[in-house]
């Protein structure tokens, strides 16, 4: 099978078509999908469906895989797999949720500007999220390229934030959002982790700005100062000249690059059913995992 790409738009992101995700992928596919992620960091594919186990072999084909905040068992999980997170707002009989229901809230925590599973060592590299149920307007999914971020910053600020470390913790995000129901030992369970703000992706070399709601604090700052230019990195992040807006139909499948993009849902009608389930990778090389 060959890959084609088609960029839809002028930094990154493409649509790959040519390839059926529901069989196995050998690795002559894999490396060519590999490459299109190193270069257009969002991949997107239509007409995908998959069953939620070919979703995770899928998967699997890329490297071992995360459960990221599931392993809080916050809530009962409606999925086959625990390597699937349910992102939607279907209860258990397929309905959508009250507007109270925990799972709501979790989700809205996706509508702030992220990089799935930065507030863990190792973080996610490749999410793959599957379109089972739209709603009819709203619930877009929101790219940014991080490397575009960082080549757009004047060279002073370069210069400034070259060497800083942010602390990046998982539930900061939440909290935001007032919600604060969680145990002390829910609290403690995935203590929070540093990144330098300034990296190098591996695919392409090229530098990134690495930010998003789960930094909350600059290493060796005052918390206000910290934050403060967090907030103002990520506002130069996510200007809307860097967003690409996927408008999403049933069987579509993303797969975005954690390494080098922040993603963000937008807001829809809660009463509607909004239905989609991702698998994540681990940002580790499979030479970590051999056994020694
Ligand atoms: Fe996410």
Redesign the pocket.
């Known amino acids: 099978m060959m890959l084609n790409v088609k960029k839809l738009h002028p930094l990154f992101v493409g649509e790959a078509s040519g390839v059926d995700l529901g069989r196995p992928i050998d690795a002559s596919t894999r490396d060519a999908i590999n490459n299109a992620m190193d270069e257009y960091a969002v991949l997107v594919f239509r007409n995908q469906p998959l069953s939620q186990t070919q979703q995770v072999e899928l998967a699997k084909a890329f490297g071992p895989l995360d459960i990221g905040l599931k392993r809080l068992k916050k809530q009962p999980d409606r999925m086959e797999h625990a390597e699937l997170a349910d992102i939607s707002n279907v209860g258990e009989k397929g309905e959508a949720v009250g507007r109270d229901h925990r799972k709501l809230v979790s989700n809205i925590a996706?509508q702030l500007w992220?990089s799935?599973s930065s507030f863990q060592k190792p973080p996610a590299r490749y999410?793959m999220l599957a379109a089972v149920q739209v709603p009819t307007k709203g619930g877009d999914t929101e790219y940014v390229d991080l490397r575009a971020a960082y080549d757009a910053l004047p060279d002073d600020t370069k210069a400034e934030i070259e060497g800083l470390e942010a602390e990046h913790y998982a539930l900061h995000s939440r909290f935001m959002l007032g919600d604060t129901d969680y145990t002390e030992e829910q609290k403690n369970a995935l203590p929070p982790v540093y990144w330098p703000l300034v990296r190098t992706h591996p695919g392409s070399k090229r530098k990134i700005l690495f930010v998003g709601i789960h930094a909350r604090a600059i290493k060796g700052w005052t918390s206000a100062e910290g934050r403060m230019l967090l907030m103002d990195l990520l506002e130069h992040a996510t200007q809307p000249k860097f967003v690409y807006a996927h408008k999403w139909q049933p069987d579509d499948l993303v797969i975005w690059d954690n390494r080098c993009t922040l993603?963000r849902g937008r807001r829809f009608d809660v009463s509607q059913v909004r239905e989609l389930r991702r698998a994540t990778t681990l940002d580790v090389e499979e030479a970590d995992l051999a056994p020694a």
Do not use: L, R
């Open positions: 996706n992220h799935d999410s993603h």
